[in-house]
Antibody, heavy 129, light 108 residues
């Protein structure tokens, strides 16, 4: 069975930093593009960041560009999200999710299929003083 | 960015009934690059449909997707009690990838 398990969430003050991890098993991790998404309490889904299979293409939503950094370690089947300059509105459950290794991304746009097939249960990040 | 508007906000139906959920896009969704997800309380979203009408692996055939350009639908042909959830549409025709606000399906 495919498993994606996020960790690293918690309570952090505004302006603080946090690093999230996503451990993958049951799939060929290096064959999937990977993404971070979030869901604020009682709200809908928001895509945040995308990284290609070899980390050659990385793309961010405007809401987190310049503050968050996505990275991956294929040898360790792991995905990461470094979050800096956190704001109250970043409070949410953060999910990692796979997407097909297809299409093309530059730093400013992407083209091609990008549905989110496998998801982790998420880790809660609370930004509050 | 493409804004997706889902309707209705909530659908309350009985087991065995047919549910039709709508997702309208503010701009044309190229290649009909649209997906549907189901999310139950406390769980991660589950992919149901991609490319507007292709069922994901393991999804029962009572779930079907249709539509093109700016108007898409998810139909659940015969509701079962376990279908109670929030359903989201997502477009990947143009980045940034965006989601609708969700439709809640309640089973009476």
């Amino acid at each position: 069975d495919v498993q994606l398990v996020e960790s690293g969430g918690g309570l952090v003050q505004p302006g603080g930093s946090l690093r999230l991890s996503c451990a993958a098993s049951g799939l060929s991790f290096s064959s999937y593009n990977m993404n971070w998404l979030r869901q604020a309490p009682g709200k809908g889904l928001e895509w945040l960041a995308h990284i290609s299979t070899t980390s050659s293409a990385i793309y961010y939503a405007d809401s987190v560009k310049g503050r968050f950094t996505i990275s991956r370690d294929n040898a360790e089947n792991s995905l990461f999200l470094q979050m800096n300059s956190l704001r109250d509105e970043d409070t949410a459950v953060y999910h990692c999710a796979t997407s097909p290794a297809a299409g093309y991304c530059s730093s400013n746009w992407c083209y091609g299929p990008n549905w989110f097939e496998f998801w982790g249960q998420g880790t809660l990040v609370t930004v509050s003083s | 960015e493409i804004v997706l508007t889902q309707s209705p906000g909530t659908l309350s139906l009985s087991p065995g009934e047919r549910a039709t959920l709508s997702c309208r896009a503010s701009q044309s969704v190229s290649n009909n690059y649209l997906a549907w997800y189901q999310q139950k309380p406390g769980q991660a979203p589950r992919l149901l449909i991609y490319d507007a009408s292709t069922r994901a692996t393991g999804i029962p055939d009572r779930f079907s997707g249709a539509g093109s350009v700016t108007a898409f639908t998810l139909t659940i042909s015969r509701l079962e009690p376990e279908d109670s959830a929030v359903f989201y549409c997502q477009q990947y025709g143009r980045s940034p990838w965006t989601f609708g606000q969700g439709t809640r399906v309640e089973i009476k």
